[in-house]
């Protein structure tokens, strides 16, 4: 499988936990970006990698928002204390430098804080 | 900053019968124009791209889109849907300035009836 892979699929967690969840890439892509969606939106931008280095946070990223991809490899993001906001879609998708063929996405980690 | 808008929420059309789903885009200088395709609880898949050159451009499973730079719109088109057509479809123009990201339209909701 040379696709997106994102773990795990589905995250229940109560309010206040953490939860971490993974992206691997499609192992040519330099880029790697996290993209959030909730009901009735597009995706929404989250943050992006070029290797290992994170050049870009958006601001819908607070305090309690971290990602990391310590080899440019693989990536994790990390939610602490986890708010019924933060229920969404968590998309990763990976893409090669010139971008003339888009992003490939993951399936996605739907997270519900209950 | 750029945008994308998709001006109808839900598309409604018998099988057989041609599909489009609008598309217009706000972006200076030249875009590059995308649309993808979400099925129920997966990630986005890649439909077809438009970067320079003809302004009708082919793409996966039978859809086409046209690129028109007078009326700044990127419409994708099917001539005859298939109930398996029915999904959620998004726009995207790639940033001008942060030429990694992507900024998604809301989204139009493909519902093709037997």
């Known amino acids: 499988d040379t696709g997106v892979s994102q773990d795990p699929r589905h995250k229940i967690t109560k309010r206040g936990q953490n939860v971490t969840f993974r992206c691997d890439p499609i192992s040519e892509h330099n880029r790697l970006y996290w993209y959030r969606q909730t009901l009735g939106q597009g995706p929404e931008f989250l943050t992006y990698f070029q290797n290992e280095a994170q050049l870009e946070k958006s601001r819908l990223l607070s305090d309690r928002f971290s990602a990391e991809r310590p080899k440019g490899s693989f990536s994790t993001l990390e939610i602490q204390r986890t708010e019924q906001g933060d229920s969404a879609m968590y998309l990763c998708?990976?893409?090669?430098?010139?971008?003339?063929?888009?992003?490939?996405f993951g399936s996605g980690t739907r997270l519900t804080v209950v | 900053a750029q945008s994308v808008a998709q001006p109808e929420d839900q598309v409604n059309v018998a099988e057989g019968n041609p599909l489009t789903v609008k598309c217009t885009y706000s972006?200076?200088?030249?875009?590059?124009l995308f649309w993808y395709v979400q099925y129920p609880n997966r990630g986005l898949q890649f439909l077809l791209k438009?970067?320079?050159?003809?302004?009708l451009v082919k793409g996966s499973y039978g859809f086409e889109a046209e690129f028109n730079k007078s009326q700044t719109s990127f419409h994708l088109k099917k001539p005859s849907a298939l109930v398996s057509d029915s999904a959620l479809y998004f726009c995207?123009?790639?940033?001008?300035?942060?030429?990694?990201?992507?900024?998604f339209g809301a989204g139009t909701t493909v519902t093709v009836r037997a």
């Open positions: 995207a123009v790639r940033d001008i300035e942060y030429d990694y990201k992507l900024s």
């Open positions: 998708a990976s893409s090669d430098l010139s971008l003339n063929y888009g992003y490939t």
């Open positions: 438009y970067i320079t050159g003809d302004n």
């Open positions: 972006v200076s200088g030249n875009p590059y």
